[in-house]
């Protein structure tokens, strides 16, 4: 079946360490997200891509790194520079264009210690 | 830039009574497209409804629709007939035309309870 998959979905981390939230996407779709929720605040974008080699700083970019070497592929790197890295992490994909709707991966939950 | 704003965190209503659910936006553009997405505590994002702004007709899936009031910049979300599987974060969303590659932005969600 076509869709998105996130790994791990539960994650811990040491503070100091980086970690690397992965993304993969079997949708053929362009443009790929990265979001973050935390209670109380909604969906929050990272960063974003629309083109292999290509990406986007979003709304709150500070303390993540991002890559997009293949189109299927958007994995995101939660570094130490993080302040307040704990959260729940959701990957999306969509078409470029129009009216597309954004689809989501199940999610990541960072925990760090 | 644009704002997506939901003025009730918390809502209640009986099984099969019908709630609706505010969301309010910002915006200067004329066209763009409007979402309700709704998470479960499985937390995956499913999306309920959506809206194109050039249409006037409002949109309507099954026990969900919406009252979209363009001038006003208004969107709501109205579920008939609730029922316990109806449970769940509520987020409205808004994306721009053309190419928004910049994804949606998202109000803060409405939490909804529904009693038995």
């Known amino acids: 079946d076509g869709g998105i998959t996130q790994s791990p979905k539960y994650l811990f981390r040491k503070e100091g360490q980086n970690v690397t939230l992965s993304c993969e996407q079997n949708?053929?779709?362009?443009?790929m997200y990265w979001y973050r929720q935390d209670p109380g605040q909604g969906l929050r974008l990272i960063y974003y891509s629309q083109i292999v080699n290509d990406f986007q700083k979003g709304d709150i970019a500070e303390g993540y790194s991002v890559s997009r070497e293949k189109k299927e592929s958007f994995p995101l790197t939660v570094t130490s520079a993080q302040k307040n890295p704990t959260a729940f992490y959701l990957c999306?994909?969509?078409?470029?264009?129009?009216?597309?709707?954004?689809?989501f991966g199940e999610g990541s939950r960072l925990t760090v210690l | 830039a644009q704002t997506v704003t939901q003025s009730q965190p918390e809502m209640s209503v009986q099984e099969a009574e019908t709630v609706t659910l505010s969301c309010t936006y910002d915006?200067?553009?004329?066209?763009?497209?409007l979402f309700w997405y709704k998470q479960p505590p499985s937390r995956q994002m499913i999306l309920v409804i959506r809206?194109?702004?050039?249409?006037?007709q409002n949109a309507t899936e099954n026990r969900f629709s919406v009252n979209f009031q363009k001038a006003a910049k208004s969107f709501s979300l109205k579920i008939s007939d609730s029922q316990l599987g109806d449970a769940a974060m509520y987020f409205c969303a808004y994306r721009r035309s053309g190419g928004g590659a910049d994804g949606l932005t998202f109000g803060k969600g409405t939490h909804l309870i529904i009693q038995p």
């Open positions: 809206q194109e702004a050039y249409k006037q």
């Open positions: 999306a994909s969509s078409i470029l264009l129009g009216a597309g709707e954004l689809f």
């Open positions: 915006t200067s553009e004329s066209d763009y497209y």
């Open positions: 949708l053929n779709h362009d443009a």
